[in-house]
């Protein structure tokens, strides 16, 4: 992994698999900021590992993509607003360049070196739980469901394909591991011992309802939202809000409708708007042992293809 960029008024604290946190200068950590600077990198992960090379763009593409859809939660998609991290200086529209929008006091706050993919946020109380849903069957879930009829422990009816729509969508939650660590499948009663009742039961239902409007509003223009992750936090005032990024490429699964409903295979019906590309590369040629291959020019460019096209699709409609 590169080492972070040196910015001006900020100073980095940690880095994830894709995404850099910094602090404004002065501050002593995470905690103690009153707002933070999330940068997106071109890294691109797959099976727990950072992989080489980057997406070209993939930053801006992913920052751009979460910026539209917390502008279509905040009551944008005419459903009530869901609280997010955004400082609440972010305009969350779209300009005539396709660029995020911003008044020209958060946009002084963001270097020149990582405009475009970067959101200053509030600092948040994270909480430990990674929000799935998932809408249909398919990935670790179609793999569980083949030797149990379960996914993450949830009994499903019997009889369905790869692909497959689930009769209702389903919450599977999972604890978030120490970086470098897998995350690990929890049951909804396990995340009630994590975090307590109340709140467990506030991310589960925040997640099902954020799942639905996105649902509908992909189906809209074409595209199925197969499954997809979330992450909240607690704000200083206790309310549960929106972080990360929300309902990209990397978070979720985006497939075409009108394949879907024709193919007759499941990789003609999962065309896919997001890093299957990768996965599917790499499933075929790496064992999961020792560090994974580089990935071959033409991947990278199908990924970044499959990227843009996705955000031209939602946000253009």
Not at 3 to 10: M, Y
Request: negative net charge; aromatic residues 8%; charged residues 25%.
């Amino acid at each position: 992994m590169t080492s972070p960029l040196e910015l001006p008024g900020w100073r980095h604290v940690y880095s994830g698999k894709v995404r850099d946190l910094y602090v404004p200068d002065g501050a002593e950590d995470a905690a103690s900021a009153d707002r933070m600077l999330v940068v997106a990198s071109d890294r691109v992960s797959a099976f727990d590992h950072v992989l080489s090379p980057g997406i070209p763009g993939k930053g801006v593409l992913l920052t751009t993509l979460s910026l539209w859809w917390f502008d279509r939660l905040a009551g944008a998609d005419g459903g009530r607003s869901i609280p997010n991290h955004l400082a609440a200086s972010h305009v969350l529209t779209l300009g005539m360049d396709g660029e995020p929008n911003t008044h020209d006091d958060l946009r002084s706050l963001i270097p020149d070196e990582v405009a475009g993919r970067a959101m200053v946020v509030k600092s948040l109380d994270m909480q430990p739980i990674e929000c799935v849903v998932r809408g249909y069957l398919t990935g670790s879930g179609w793999a569980e469901y083949r030797e149990n009829a379960t996914v993450c422990g949830i009994p499903l009816p019997a009889g369905l394909n790869n692909g497959d729509r689930l009769p209702e969508p389903i919450y599977t939650p999972a604890f978030k591991a120490p970086m470098g660590e897998h995350d690990e499948n929890i049951t909804f009663e396990r995340s009630i011992e994590l975090v307590g009742a109340e709140r467990a039961t506030e991310l589960r239902d925040l997640s099902l309802e954020i799942y639905g409007r996105a649902a509908r509003t992909a189906e809209k223009r074409g595209l199925i939202l197969a499954d997809t992750k979330f992450e909240f936090g607690v704000d200083g005032e206790g309310v549960m809000t929106l972080a990360d990024e929300v309902l990209t490429s990397d978070s979720s699964r985006y497939w075409d409708a009108a394949a879907w409903a024709s193919g007759t295979t499941p990789e003609e019906r999962m065309a896919s708007f997001d890093k299957q590309i990768v996965r599917d590369w790499l499933s075929a040629n790496w064992d999961k042992q020792g560090e994974p291959p580089a990935l071959p020019d033409g991947i990278v460019e199908r990924t970044a293809e499959r990227y843009r096209e996705l955000l031209e699709r939602l946000a253009s409609a």
